[in-house]
């Protein structure tokens, strides 16, 4: 990866690091810098549900077991948790907190935490001159047809819109600042280490991964072999967000490997990998605002980042599977 920045003696913040995405950050630097200083804040899962039942925040402690930086339970929409963060005086933030499932139809609630949170962390990015580096989404794209570019965005959903809405903050706060540094990555499909306790919300390579342990048929959508995802390992997530730390300019930047593939492209990799000729089920798709066909335009992000992702379907589920096969029928409370 990017070891032309020495993280080492920086004070590195980061939203949402109980997080999927968050919690891998956190070891990256915790491995690869063992003397930065990185600061966790998240509001960690509670017992609270939205009204389809899916839990409230998705942080979970056992994706931090084994990490010895600082953690502080807080809320971004708590003007009083982010005051907390006044004590010190960051290098970098890495903003992934949010309200991240998409199928969350409150948009009051979407809206305060994934966007008026941002205004508050970009003020704290401003006092302190601080690398912004936030999380948006491939959400903002909608159905509109590969490949998704920047620039040219359409959002079906609360979730998308918010990401949307972030990213024209983002887009002002750049033009403001000019010597400031804030990117946005549009993350497409991703999937890895550390987000089984996103439950039903996490990445269909474990939950498909997990029915065929458990000795069911994977299930699909009808006509998975055409619905068609850019899927992409944290490794190379985690990549991205390092080089935006260095971007040759502001901007928002997709995160996708460039490549498309189908959901039955998962199950058939990931029954070869596990040894199993189960077939696959199919069941009407529920949803009207599905996406069918995702594929990252990841030209600007190679350019102004140096983004190359580096990891196949296939080699990011081999790569994957012990961890799936370890997190097997364990608790995910
Ligand atoms: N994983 C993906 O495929 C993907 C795709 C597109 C965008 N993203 C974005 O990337 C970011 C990280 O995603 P992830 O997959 O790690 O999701 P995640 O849900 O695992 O992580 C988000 C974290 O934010 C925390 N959080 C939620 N509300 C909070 C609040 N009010 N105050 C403080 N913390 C709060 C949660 O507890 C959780 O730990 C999110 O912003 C998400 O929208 C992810």
Same mark, same amino acid.
């Given at each position: 990866?990017?070891?032309?920045?020495?993280?080492?003696?920086?004070?590195?913040?980061? /939203?949402?690091?109980?997080?999927?995405?968050?919690?891998?950050?956190?070891?990256?630097?915790?491995?690869?810098?063992?003397?930065?200083?990185?600061?966790?804040?998240?509001?960690?899962?509670?017992?609270?549900?939205?009204?389809?039942?899916?839990?409230?925040?998705?942080?979970?402690?056992?994706?931090?077991?084994?990490?010895?930086?600082?953690?502080?339970?807080? +809320?971004? +929409?708590?003007?009083?948790?982010?005051?907390?963060?006044?004590?010190?005086?960051?290098?970098?933030?890495? @903003?992934?907190?949010?309200?991240?499932?998409?199928?969350?139809?409150?948009?009051?609630?979407?809206?305060?935490?994934?966007?008026?949170?941002?205004?508050?962390?970009?003020?704290?990015?401003?006092?302190?001159?601080?690398?912004?580096?936030?999380?948006?989404?491939?959400?903002?794209?909608?159905?509109?047809?590969?490949?998704?570019?920047?620039?040219?965005?359409?959002?079906?959903?609360?979730?998308?819109?918010?990401?949307? =809405?972030?990213?024209?903050?983002?887009?002002?706060?750049?033009?403001?600042?000019?010597?400031?540094?804030?990117?946005?990555?549009?993350?497409?499909?991703?999937?890895?280490?550390?987000?089984?306790?996103?439950?039903? /919300?996490?990445?269909?390579?474990?939950?498909?991964? @997990?029915?065929?342990?458990?000795?069911?048929?994977?299930?699909?959508?009808?006509?998975?072999?055409?619905?068609?995802?850019?899927?992409?390992?944290?490794?190379?997530?985690?990549?991205?967000?390092?080089?935006?730390? +260095?971007?040759?300019?502001?901007? =928002?930047?997709?995160?996708?490997?460039?490549?498309?593939?189908?959901?039955?492209?998962?199950?058939?990799?990931?029954?070869?990998?596990?040894?199993?000729?189960?077939? /696959?089920?199919?069941?009407?798709?529920?949803?009207?605002?599905?996406?069918? @066909?995702?594929?990252?335009?990841?030209?600007?992000?190679?350019?102004?980042?140096?983004?190359?992702?580096?990891?196949?379907?296939?080699?990011?589920?081999?790569?994957?599977?012990?961890?799936?096969?370890?997190?097997?029928?364990?608790?995910?409370?």
């Amino acid at each position: 990866m990017n070891k032309n920045i020495n993280f080492n003696n920086k004070t590195i913040l980061i /939203t949402g690091g109980a997080g999927f995405i968050g919690s891998n950050l956190a070891f990256y630097f915790q491995k690869n810098f063992p003397n930065s200083k990185v600061i966790v804040f998240d509001s960690f899962r509670s017992e609270a549900v939205f009204t389809n039942g899916n839990l409230q925040s998705l942080g979970h402690y056992k994706n931090l077991i084994g990490f010895t930086g600082e953690v502080i339970c807080g +809320n971004i +929409n708590n003007k009083f948790d982010l005051a907390l963060l006044n004590d010190y005086k960051f290098d970098y933030i890495f @903003h992934q907190a949010a309200i991240s499932d998409t199928r969350i139809y409150d948009q009051e609630i979407i809206m305060k935490t994934n966007v008026n949170s941002f205004y508050d962390l970009l003020a704290i990015a401003k006092k302190d001159r601080a690398v912004m580096v936030y999380a948006s989404s491939a959400a903002t794209y909608g159905s509109l047809p590969s490949p998704q570019t920047v620039g040219k965005e359409s959002p079906e959903n609360p979730y998308g819109f918010s990401k949307y =809405i972030m990213d024209q903050i983002a887009i002002r706060y750049s033009k403001e600042n000019p010597d400031l540094t804030v990117v946005g990555l549009r993350f497409f499909n991703v999937y890895g280490p550390r987000e089984y306790y996103k439950a039903n /919300t996490a990445s269909m390579v474990i939950q498909l991964g @997990h029915q065929i342990l458990d000795g069911k048929i994977p299930r699909l959508f009808k006509g998975s072999d055409q619905i068609f995802r850019d899927f992409i390992y944290i490794d190379d997530a985690l990549q991205a967000i390092i080089k935006s730390c +260095n971007p040759k300019q502001n901007g =928002i930047f997709n995160v996708g490997t460039g490549i498309s593939r189908s959901f039955q492209d998962i199950a058939d990799i990931l029954q070869k990998e596990l040894g199993t000729d189960l077939g /696959t089920e199919y069941f009407p798709n529920p949803y009207d605002d599905y996406q069918m @066909h995702t594929q990252a335009n990841i030209i600007t992000s190679k350019n102004n980042l140096g983004f190359e992702p580096k990891v196949s379907l296939e080699q990011g589920i081999k790569s994957y599977i012990p961890e799936i096969l370890r997190l097997h029928g364990t608790d995910i409370s």
